[in-house]
């Protein structure tokens, strides 16, 4: 565990994680304690729509996770509420078998959601937008007709009794009691997600898949554990729904419900644990004030929806984010501390070598790369250059397992880059930025840089879940290594704000800092210096040394001449795809052939 001592550090630790804890968590503190003592001031109506209320959340929160921070469109969840109904009251009514308790009956509800939440959740792992959301339709479609077809078990039609949960919730208010502290629960369990290292993932894979992938992040494992609890809560909520309705028809599961669920979320914002929450509650209270419109709802659920893309992009979330409109310090300065850097970057063992040898890669009829050799030394700072279109980007993304050669291989101790999953370059300690800086908008500095620590947390989506002791010692260490290396940087008087605010180069330290998380052997630069004014370049040159001092090794692309010939220790020089020329800045300063393609004299 690296041990914060700078006072920057020290000011910014009670701002980000002591006060802004508390102003989250203040407000469903108070929708708590609203929920806790509604019976005293509510009628038997409203305690209805209060349940209905509930039961939509234990389903939207988990949706939540799929919607708001995963960034997938899926618009059918319907169909595993109707699954978890149907499961839960068939299986207590004994259509099937003997009665089960309630109890059971919604747990194994809960399993048999889960499964189906992986089923209509795989398609996302390779269809994106709307073509997964017409795949969640359709498995809402097929479900309905399973459910009438099946009418031995399901009553087809005419329906089934839903199950009653015996006291003491079986009373209006005790099964509300019982909804509520489920709502309660789940908000609970999401809300430590989303303050986790894989609620920081899933935000990444929603706004920066390609970072996120650099870091580590493998979507499809994460994003099948997601729909696995996203899964298991829609069919909990099914069973509620059924108990709460007291008999279920397949027409108590419409479409228009599942649109209220994913536009509740919408309309809440992204990102966020109480905004789609109120945007559940708006939309189930919304109706009892204007029933002669209920058969417009559709018609108005869109309007609401393009109401707020329009004028409150943010949802309800961003409207409640007063913090984000204080106004910055201008002719704010980036001092990188490279002093820093050893304490981040400390290597256990030696870093090995990562060589290119007779990587050849072709788009179409073009040679993007043609037989190209490289060795990359730990401790030094490789300077890779060339025209536009001579294959420096290209050469990177072989590197980071985005392009896969049709020629030769790349290699880090003997080891096959080639061979490996995009987000096993991570494991490897290799790291990079990107051309445009690749940062998740609405998530904070601080949480834009520990997203790249996310392979060093030890525990587990479940010790998340719960907030298990090892859920808190990953948050603490990476919080404090992600701190280190916004100092490192110079950032960290900026932990707490919204990434979206920033100007351009500081996001491209951002995503630096956010690459040292990784302890890197190796860091891939991908023109850093664009951007930047003269004197960033200078501090942005002096970081790479320093980094390049610590034991890893960089490989710069860089369009800035001199940045090249001033820190690299060995450059290379690409055209169409060709190395062009090798050597130290000196011999690359005086070839003529590099001159004459590339310098120009």
């Not at 565990?1 to 980000?16: E, G, N």
């Not at 990102?271 to 789609?276: C, D, E, F, V």
């Not at 790349?410 to 061979?419: C, D, E």
């Amino acid at each position: 565990m690296i041990d914060m001592s700078t006072t920057q550090a020290s000011r910014a630790r009670p701002s980000a994680i002591g006060s802004g804890a508390l102003g989250a968590a203040l407000p469903l503190l108070v929708l708590l304690v609203i929920g806790v003592t509604l019976p005293l001031f509510a009628g038997g109506y409203w305690g209805v729509i209060a349940t209905r209320a509930c039961v939509y959340w234990v389903l939207a929160a988990g949706l939540n996770l799929v919607v708001g921070f995963a960034g997938q469109i899926a618009i059918g969840w319907v169909a595993l509420l109707t699954v978890g109904a149907y499961t839960t009251s068939v299986l207590a009514a004994g259509n099937v078998m003997p009665p089960l308790h309630p109890y059971l009956a919604l747990a194994i509800a809960g399993v048999v959601g889960a499964v189906c939440g992986v089923i209509v959740g795989l398609p996302a792992l390779r269809l994106r937008t709307f073509y997964f959301a017409i795949t969640t339709l359709g498995f809402a479609t097929i479900v309905t007709q399973i459910v009438l077809a099946w009418a031995s078990v399901t009553g087809g039609g005419v329906g089934v009794a839903g199950p009653i949960f015996p006291a003491p919730f079986d009373t209006q208010w005790g099964f509300y009691y019982f909804c509520f502290g489920l709502a309660a629960i789940c908000t609970w369990m999401t809300a430590n997600i989303a303050k986790s290292r894989f609620g920081r993932a899933l935000t990444a894979i929603r706004d920066a898949e390609v970072a996120a992938e650099a870091n580590g992040i493998s979507k499809p494992g994460l994003l099948v554990i997601v729909f696995l609890f996203s899964g298991a809560t829609a069919a909990i909520a099914g069973g509620l729904f059924a108990s709460l309705q007291s008999y279920i028809t397949p027409d108590a599961f419409t479409i228009d419900l599942s649109v209220l669920f994913f536009i509740s979320i919408l309309i809440g914002g992204r990102g966020s644990i109480l905004g789609p929450l109120l945007g559940t509650i708006l939309l189930t209270v919304l109706p009892e004030f204007a029933a002669p419109l209920v058969a417009w709802s559709t018609f108005l659920y869109a309007v609401l929806l393009l109401a707020i893309v329009l004028v409150m992009p943010g949802g309800i979330a961003e409207l409640l984010d007063f913090k984000s409109r204080r106004p910055l310090e201008s002719n704010r300065a980036i001092i990188p501390r490279p002093d820093l850097l050893k304490r981040l970057l400390g290597q256990d063992t030696a870093p090995g070598t990562l060589t290119l040898e007779q990587v050849a890669l072709s788009f179409g009829g073009v040679r993007a790369i043609d037989g190209l050799d490289l060795t990359i030394l730990p401790g030094q700072v490789h300077g890779l250059i060339g025209p536009n279109g001579s294959g420096k980007t290209t050469t990177l993304n072989v590197i980071s397992g985005y392009y896969t050669p049709q020629g030769g291989v790349a290699r880090l101790n003997g080891v096959a880059l080639t061979t490996l999953a995009h987000h096993a370059r991570a494991h490897m300690r290799i790291a990079r930025t990107f051309q445009t800086p690749r940062i998740v908008g609405e998530a904070s500095v601080l949480e834009n840089v520990m997203i790249g620590g996310t392979i060093d947390g030890r525990g587990t989506f479940v010790e998340s879940l719960l907030a298990l002791p090892r859920h808190w010692r990953d948050e603490k260490m990476l919080h404090e290594t992600a701190m280190l290396a916004l100092s490192a940087v110079g950032l960290e008087q900026l932990a707490g704000v919204r990434a979206d605010r920033l100007q351009h180069s500081e996001l491209r330290f951002i995503e630096i800092a956010r690459a040292l998380m990784l302890r890197p052997a190796f860091l891939l630069l991908d023109e850093p210096a664009a951007g930047l004014s003269a004197e960033e370049i200078r501090r942005l040159g002096a970081l790479v040394v320093a980094i390049s001092q610590a034991g890893t090794g960089v490989l710069l692309v860089e369009h800035h001449a001199d940045l090249i010939f001033d820190i690299c220790h060995h450059v290379t020089v690409l055209n169409l795809g060709k190395m062009l020329a090798a050597g130290t800045p000196a011999e690359i300063r005086s070839h003529r052939e590099v001159v004459n393609a590339y310098l120009g004299g």
